[in-house]
Structures are given as structure tokens and as C-alpha cells.
């Protein structure tokens, strides 16, 4: 199947709204149908309830996560259920409502601003925008997440993290969108690193 984010075009209340397309994760046949399984007949709608969700990964147990770009205080990693609400705009980040489900990772949003998502041998890879970092995280047996921030302010904003099949994390700067006060010479990059070098321990 093909799944897309969609933001909520800053409408925030057209998250809440299931006939709307905003705010959503969608799932769709490759040619664009609704899949009989979808949670609701006859509507490319699998989750609500999001902000701005941006990446999207799944595990080796074959579950769906993504990242939220959260507003004034949270961003957030959740793993996305056929059918869940997330929360938004009556909660950003854990609310403990049991309406919504509550990320599994928030972060403050200026050390995070999330964007790609990836995951490879148990841990997530996830490219921060605001926060010009990439973060580890490894959900442990017991759910709860251990996270390590790498490259904090050394290459500037992180739009695309790829863990590749040479051993390497490749990820790509977004500077040059009018966002970053200023743009390194040759910006924006493409840069790789051999993931075995980076302390995720």
C-alpha cells in the first residue's frame, strides 16, 4: 500500500475532522483506491489527529511509526494504530486522555522540529530541523525509549535521514530554505557517515 502525511494546513480542527483529508496519515492502493481494510469504508483516512506528521518507518515488527512537528511545545514520535486520533489541536504531546494516544517520544520543539524517519537493527534514525541534530532512539522491552542526540549544530537544519545498505547513515542539510539566519558555503548537502561510528550505546 502507499501512505502520505498530510499537515492541517493551519486549520487545526480539520485534524478532529474525519471527512477531511488535513491532519491525517492516509493509506492508499498503489493506484490511489481506498483498501477494502482501511478503518473506515470507503476513506483514504488510517490515523487523525495529527499536526504536521513528516516521517514514516516501520519496524521490524512490522508497525507503523511517525514523527509530529508539533506547534509551541512538543514534537513527537508515535506508533500509528489503523484508526487512532493523536490528539490534535486538545493535546500536543502526552496528554494522558484516553480519547487520544500519547506519543511514545516528545521533545521540546526546539530541540527536535522532526522530519525523516527511518529505522534499522532496533533503532530509529530522526533528521531535527530546528534542533539541527539527528536523534537515536531505541525502544526498549519494555517500551520506554532511550535517546541520543548526534551532530548537535554541526551541520545545521536535517530534512532526510537514510540508514543505507553500505553500512553508512546518509542525511541530507536544509539550510538554503530561508529558515536558517546562515547558509554554510555549499549548502545544501548530501552527507554520510558509517553508522558503526556513532556512540548509540
Given at each position: 500500500?502507499?501512505?502520505?502525511?498530510?499537515?492541517?494546513?493551519?486549520?487545526?480542527?480539520?485534524?478532529?475532522?474525519?471527512?477531511?483529508?488535513a491532519?491525517?496519515?492516509?493509506?492508499?492502493?498503489?493506484?490511489?483506491?481506498?483498501?477494502?481494510?482501511?478503518?473506515?469504508?470507503?476513506?483514504?483516512?488510517?490515523?487523525?489527529?495529527?499536526?504536521?506528521p513528516?516521517?514514516?518507518?516501520?519496524?521490524?515488527?512490522?508497525?507503523?511509526?511517525?514523527?509530529?512537528?508539533?506547534?509551541?511545545?512538543?514534537?513527537?514520535?508515535?506508533?500509528?494504530?489503523a484508526?487512532?486520533?493523536?490528539?490534535?489541536?486538545?493535546?500536543?504531546?502526552?496528554?494522558?486522555?484516553?480519547?487520544?494516544?500519547?506519543?511514545?517520544?516528545?521533545?521540546?520543539?526546539?530541540?527536535?522540529?522532526?522530519?525523516?524517519?527511518?529505522?534499522?537493527?532496533?533503532?530509529?534514525?530522526?533528521?531535527?530541523?530546528?534542533?539541527?541534530?539527528?536523534?537515536?532512539?531505541?525502544?526498549?522491552?519494555?517500551?520506554?525509549?532511550?535517546?541520543?542526540?548526534?551532530?548537535?549544530g554541526?551541520?545545521?537544519?536535517?530534512?532526510?535521514?537514510?540508514?543505507?545498505?553500505?553500512?553508512?547513515?546518509?542525511?541530507?542539510?536544509?539550510?538554503?530554505?530561508?529558515?536558517?539566519?546562515?547558509?554554510?558555503?555549499?549548502?545544501?548537502?548530501?552527507?554520510?557517515?558509517?553508522?558503526?561510528?556513532?556512540?548509540?550505546?
Amino acid at each position: 500500500m502507499l501512505y502520505a502525511t498530510t499537515g492541517e494546513a493551519q486549520s487545526p480542527n480539520l485534524s478532529q475532522d474525519p471527512a477531511s483529508l488535513a491532519g491525517k496519515i492516509l493509506r492508499m492502493t498503489p493506484v490511489g483506491g481506498v483498501p477494502s481494510d482501511n478503518p473506515s469504508r470507503a476513506s483514504l483516512v488510517y490515523s487523525l489527529g495529527h499536526r504536521n506528521p513528516q516521517g514514516l518507518a516501520w519496524d521490524e515488527r512490522g508497525r507503523l511509526w511517525s514523527t509530529d512537528f508539533g506547534d509551541d511545545v512538543w514534537d513527537e514520535l508515535n506508533r500509528i494504530e489503523a484508526g487512532g486520533n493523536y490528539g490534535w489541536p486538545t493535546v500536543e504531546g502526552k496528554g494522558g486522555k484516553p480519547s487520544y494516544i500519547d506519543p511514545v517520544v516528545q521533545w521540546r520543539t526546539q530541540e527536535m522540529g522532526p522530519s525523516g524517519l527511518a529505522y534499522k537493527d532496533g533503532k530509529f534514525f530522526v533528521a531535527g530541523l530546528t534542533g539541527e541534530r539527528v536523534w537515536t532512539v531505541d525502544v526498549d522491552d519494555d517500551g520506554q525509549p532511550v535517546l541520543k542526540a548526534h551532530f548537535i549544530g554541526q551541520h545545521g537544519r536535517i530534512r532526510d535521514v537514510v540508514p543505507a545498505s553500505d553500512g553508512n547513515l546518509w542525511f541530507m542539510t536544509n539550510n538554503t530554505d530561508g529558515r536558517r539566519k546562515s547558509p554554510g558555503p555549499g549548502d545544501d548537502r548530501i552527507l554520510s557517515v558509517p553508522i558503526d561510528t556513532l556512540d548509540l550505546e
